[in-house]
């Protein structure tokens, strides 16, 4: 349970973090899609264009070099995690779908306008969310939506996002869905409703020295 809370902190949330740049070995069962969820594919161009947003945050936010780099190195997950966001955005919404709950534009607009509040201001709430969670500027809205429908979710359920029947919802939209992720990305559990490392021999992670590991 204490894993799932973590998980839950600010919900659906991807972490702030770099990956290692991957290179693949063998055929690709998945030409072009990071994931298949639904039916539908989220590319590996989607992908990298997200973990882009982050990366062009963090540099606006951090203009010295030594500390960007710094920042670059005690991270090391940002583009698996943020798959791992964009699948679980789908499976929520899926999951609220299911159970008819839906949230407004002006929901979110005043969630935002409370946070803001609290941090100080727009630009307050921004630095927050870019720093702790790994949301950039312009994906702020879509992240507080994804927390209303969470919310929203739990509350029709007669429970809270921490409990297993809420992540029981979420596991039978992700059950439904089919997710399917490209291998070097790792698989998705649908009953954990989680992405997992796989071993696969054939993905070589470069990391940020330049040194080749086989995972």
């Known amino acids: 349970m204490h894993r799932r809370r973590r998980r839950t902190a600010l919900l659906l949330s991807a972490a702030i973090a770099a990956a290692p740049l991957l290179t693949a070995c063998g055929n690709d069962a998945h030409p072009g899609a990071a994931a298949v969820v639904g039916g539908q594919r989220i590319t590996v161009a989607q992908l990298e264009s997200r973990v882009n947003e982050v990366r062009t945050a963090q540099r606006a936010a951090v203009t010295d070099d030594a500390q960007y780099a710094q920042a670059i190195a005690q991270t090391g997950t940002l583009t698996r995690d943020t798959l791992h966001g964009m699948v679980l955005d789908r499976v929520l919404h899926r999951a609220a779908e299911d159970a008819d709950v839906t949230v407004t534009p002006r929901e979110v607009q005043a969630l935002r306008a409370g946070l803001e509040q609290q941090a100080g201001g727009a630009q307050g709430l921004e630095t927050a969310w870019l720093q702790q969670y790994g949301i950039p500027p312009q994906r702020l809205d879509d992240n507080l939506r994804l927390q209303l429908e969470a919310q929203k979710l739990a509350t029709d359920l007669g429970t809270d996002t ?28 649908a009953q954990k409703v989680a992405r997992v490392d796989a071993k696969t021999p054939w993905v070589r992670e470069i990391t940020s020295s330049g040194t080749q590991t086989t995972t």
């Open 162 to 189: 921490s409990q297993p029947a809420f992540w029981s919802a979420l596991s039978k939209a992700s059950k439904a869905l089919g997710v399917d992720l490209n291998p070097r990305y790792g698989s998705w559990d």
